[in-house]
Antibody, heavy 118, light 112 residues
Framework: QVQLQESGPGLVKPSQTLSLTCTVS??????????WSWIRQHPGKGLEWIGY???????YYNPSLKSRVTISVDTSKNQFSLKLSSVTAADTAVYYC??????????WGQGTLVTVSS | DVVMTQSPLSLPVTLGQPASISCRSS???????????LNWFQQRPGQSPRRLIY???NRDSGVPDRFSGSGSGTDFTLKISRVEAEDVGVYYC?????????FGQGTKVEIK
């Protein structure tokens, strides 16, 4: 059973960079066949796909966030990471990592709330 | 971006009665490989989303058979044959055919 767990600071100051890591267990990122995505949910709101990475390092980002997003992978640790720069209060959200089979998200992490505030 | 429009946004249901949620996309969701990447997710209060249905009508493992998905092209439906108390939550449709992947606004299912 694949499991994903997000980790990172719960509080980030405006204009700084949000950094989160997703640790995958029960399956290897480097085995291929899946993409590894980040998705966020603003408080009380819907879901927004941020982007994904493949084990090879190829990425695709949502154009709405592309200028501020970087997703990277560390196959030796079976982890992938999200960096979102120049954050504002509008970036306050629950951030989820998920396994992306190319057309859907079959496995999700529990999510981590990141608040942007001084 | 492909816009996913769900209706209704709020759905009060009596226990044991059926429920139906509609999802319409602004473009056809048929991909070049012939598949239609339309998915349904359930998010119970305080939990992560959980996928119920993938590729229009395929139930995920462990999903009760009272949940069913149907539709084609741009019009899709999630049906619950007999609502149970554990079905309370928000339901989202999501398309994985076009980039970026997009979700509907969510439909809140509650018990009357």
């Amino acid at each position: 059973q694949v499991q994903l767990q997000e980790s990172g600071p719960g509080l980030v100051k405006p204009s700084q960079t949000l950094s989160l890591t997703c640790t995958v267990s029960g399956g290897s990122i480097s085995s291929g066949g899946y993409y590894w995505s980040w998705i966020r949910q603003h408080p009380g709101k819907g879901l927004e796909w941020i982007g994904y990475i493949y084990y090879s390092g190829s990425t695709y980002y949502n154009p709405s966030l592309k200028s501020r997003v970087t997703i990277s992978v560390d196959t030796s640790k079976n982890q992938f990471s999200l960096k979102l720069s120049s954050v504002t209060a509008a970036d306050t959200a629950v951030y989820y990592c998920a396994r992306d089979d190319g057309g859907s998200f079959g496995y999700w992490g529990q999510g981590t709330l990141v608040t942007v505030s001084s | 971006d492909v816009v996913m429009t769900q209706s209704p946004l709020s759905l009060p249901v009596t226990l044991g009665q059926p429920a139906s949620i509609s999802c319409r996309s602004s473009q056809s969701l048929v991909y070049s490989d012939g598949n239609t990447y339309l998915n349904w997710f359930q998010q119970r209060p305080g939990q992560s989303p959980r996928r119920l249905i993938y590729k229009v009508s395929n139930r995920d493992s462990g999903v009760p058979d009272r949940f069913s998905g149907s539709g084609s092209g741009t019009d899709f439906t999630l049906k619950i044959s007999r609502v149970e108390a554990e079905d309370v939550g928000v339901y989202y449709c999501m398309q994985g055919t076009h980039w970026p992947k997009t979700f509907g606004q969510g439909t809140k299912v509650e018990i009357k």
